[in-house]
T-cell receptor, first 110, second 119 residues
Framework: SQQGEEDPQALSIQEGENATMNCSYK?????LQWYRQNSGRGLVHLIL?????REKHSGRLRVTLDTSKKSSSLLITASRAADTASYFC??????????FGKGTLLTVNP | GAVVSQHPSWVICKSGTSVKIECRSL??????MFWYRQFPKQSLMLMAT?????????EQGVEKDKFLINHASLTLSTLTVTSAHPEDSSFYIC???????????????FGPGTRLTVL
């Protein structure tokens, strides 16, 4: 069954604005990862945050993790039209399997 | 580095035929590969974990006799959809995990996916 739940399901913003996506999960995790998928394509790994980390940055991406609330957020700053894609969180357990959330469809309008 | 390829990228077949999809790690050895399926506008659902040299481990509800997985080498895993039916039409994605010990061993590197359409 799905572990992660993202919200919102869809997000539409203007270029230059920030986009925030949230992910909640149910069981204990080793790490939480965010992936991006362009329509009809494979997934691209964006960032991994370990269970003992609270915040991580990579370029325009900022990820937070709150294990007490079992939630994570992905912030994309200064969004670009090219950021339009679906974004998935995935939780990693001790067996290296990933359990994906339902995803957020981000549309950045030029 | 860490490139995973899939072949074919799309396939159309008749109901009742079998289709083989290949997943290759091009620049690293992957002892573990994973197979997912994704329906339109939905998330990825893990089908099975493929370990080199041993039988695949299937997730609950996935028919092992219908979705045959072979991981014969450290760089190749294949998924064969046997006796395909229209309800098997989906986007099939594989991923490969780098060997334990590297800095990215918790990550999975995904192939570009294979779109299967069964008529």
């Amino acid at each position: 069954s799905q572990q992660g739940e993202e919200d919102p399901q869809a997000l539409s913003i203007q270029e230059g604005e920030n986009a925030t996506m949230n992910c909640s999960y149910k069981t204990s995790i080793n790490n939480l990862q965010w992936y991006r998928q362009n329509s009809g394509r494979g997934l691209v790994h964006l960032i991994l945050i370990r269970s003992n980390e609270r915040e991580k940055h990579s370029g325009r991406l900022r990820v937070t993790l709150d294990t007490s609330k079992k939630s994570s957020s992905l912030l994309i700053t200064a969004s670009r039209a090219a950021d339009t894609a679906s974004y998935f969180c995935a939780t990693g357990g001790s067996n290296y399997k990933l359990t994906f959330g339902k995803g957020t469809l981000l549309t950045v309008n030029p | 580095g860490a490139v995973v390829s899939q072949h074919p990228s799309w396939v159309i077949c008749k109901s009742g035929t079998s289709v083989k999809i290949e997943c290759r790690s091009l620049d690293f050895q992957a002892t573990t590969m994973f197979w997912y399926r994704q329906f339109p506008k939905q998330s990825l659902m893990l089908m099975a974990t493929s370990n080199e040299g041993s039988k695949a481990t299937y997730e609950q509800g996935v028919e092992k006799d219908k979705f045959l997985i072979n991981h014969a080498s450290l760089t190749l895993s294949t998924l064969t959809v046997t006796s395909a039916h229209p309800e098997d039409s989906s986007f099939y994605i594989c991923s490969a995990r780098p060997p334990v010990g590297g800095s990215s061993y918790n990550e999975q590197f995904f192939g570009p996916g294979t779109r299967l359409t069964v008529l």
